[in-house]
């Protein structure tokens, strides 16, 4: 079992920089791939990036793309999501979540657990 907690949200202004970051406990952490995903009110969750278990491949939403990095680090069990050139339309709740098997999926039904999310606001 993998227990998720998401940390670094907060309200910031477009064109800034934020990064999410996800703890992870449990020994084997280090077999899930582990993804982002993202909720705005009145829509419904979104994929936003993921990363294979050993961090060698990443795949992320095409709104995101260029803009947001997904990367992990085994040793501390974490998960962090930087966002650069962030836009109004960013704000939401991003949710970390684990994905058994390692091989990443962009699919919320291929995430096993989640975390409890945390709040990005960016203001215009």
């Known amino acids: 079992q993998v227990q998720l907690v998401e940390s670094g949200g907060g309200l910031v202004q477009a064109g800034d920089s934020l990064r999410l970051s996800c703890a992870a406990s449990?020994?084997?952490?280090?077999?899930?791939?582990m993804g982002w995903f993202r909720q705005a009110p009145g829509k419904d969750r979104e994929f936003v990036a993921a990363i294979t278990w050993s961090g060698d491949r990443t795949i992320y939403a095409d709104s995101v793309k260029g803009r947001f990095t997904i990367s992990r680090d085994n040793a501390k069990n974490m998960v962090y999501l930087q966002m650069n050139s962030l836009k109004p339309e960013d704000t939401a709740v991003y949710y970390c979540?684990?994905?058994?098997?390692?091989?990443?999926?962009?699919?919320?039904?291929?995430?096993?657990?989640w975390g409890q999310g945390t709040q990005v606001t960016v203001s215009s």
């Open positions: 979540a684990a994905a058994p098997g390692g091989s990443y999926t962009i699919t919320r039904t291929g995430y096993r657990y």
């Open positions: 449990g020994r084997t952490f280090s077999s899930y791939a």
